[in-house]
């Protein structure tokens, strides 16, 4: 059960990533600051994903050990 909700919020993680880039090709032309500021956003999303992605996979092993 915890596992599934754990790959649940790592794919939320990318969800993010998506609408953000989304919003990056919307306001591009109108704001570009804001622009950049939602890359920002997309960017540290897909850095999460890897992130808990990793951290799950981590404590899936540590389980199996004991």
Known sequence: MR???YQLFEYAYLA???FSIYLVVTN??????RAYLFLFFA???V??????????KN???QNKKQ
């Open 16 to 18: 993010m990533a998506a």
């Open 28 to 33: 591009w032309e109108l704001d570009r600051n």
């Open 3 to 5: 596992n599934s909700i």
């Open 47 to 56: 850095f999460m994903f890897f992130f808990k992605r990793k951290f799950r």
């Open 59 to 61: 404590i899936e092993e």
């Open 43 to 45: 960017a540290v999303a």
